[in-house]
């Protein structure tokens, strides 16, 4: 009997969590700067791009893990008149783990907040004209981010912001390590609600 009622419970709450999962892929646009640039360097952000998938488990209080590829982009220039501009151009792999909140869950519309922390891992560097190159950066960097999320019925639009909190450049590369910088990065995805959140 006890081999029953647990599989009967087995069997609910499995039924349960399936009902309320969600896989959204997104594709999107992204814009990154850089805080606290150098004496005599200008930072300013350029538009990039990201690409990936994220989930969603539960119903009015989720967790959202996802995983996403990005290209961002920053243009350093120097002098009061620029003299110099060139852009670092940087391709991620990013992982996130946000738990968030339905503020309004409607049969045909949802808008939801998130908050939580991802890291970013850099794939490639491509620096134009400079001499950066993977080295100079650090390999991986923590971030907050935070989301307000709209979806309507099979379609979910994301804006969202990141706050670094690592930092930028490798402290092991002697002429980068006084250099604090870190990234904030502006994001609006739009993709496909998959699943169901009832």
């Keep these: 009997m006890k081999k029953l009622l647990s599989l009967v419970a087995l069997g609910t709450v499995l039924s349960t969590a399936s009902a309320q999962f969600q896989v959204n892929p997104q594709i999107g646009l992204t814009y990154q700067n850089m805080t606290s640039p150098p004496e005599g360097i200008k930072y300013q952000g350029a538009a990039g791009w990201q690409l990936g998938a994220d989930l969603r488990i539960g119903d009015r209080f989720y967790f959202q893990p996802g995983a996403f590829i990005g290209r961002n982009k920053t243009i350093l220039s120097t002098g009061d008149s620029i003299t110099f501009e ?27 907040f998130a908050i939580g922390p991802t890291y970013d891992v850099v794939m490639s560097v491509n620096d134009g004209d400079l001499s950066f190159g993977k080295d100079d950066f650090n390999s991986g960097s923590f971030n907050i981010d935070a989301a307000l999320g709209f979806d309507m019925g099979l379609f979910t639009l994301e804006p969202s912001v990141s706050f670094g909190l690592s930092r930028v450049f490798n402290e092991d590369v002697i002429i980068l390590s006084e250099i604090d910088s870190r990234y904030i990065t502006y994001g609006l995805t739009i993709g496909l609600n998959i699943g169901n959140d009832d």
């Design 86 to 112: 060139d852009g670092v151009a940087r391709t991620n792999f990013r992982l996130k783990a946000m738990a968030g909140y339905r503020i309004i869950d409607s049969y045909q519309f949802d808008m939801r």
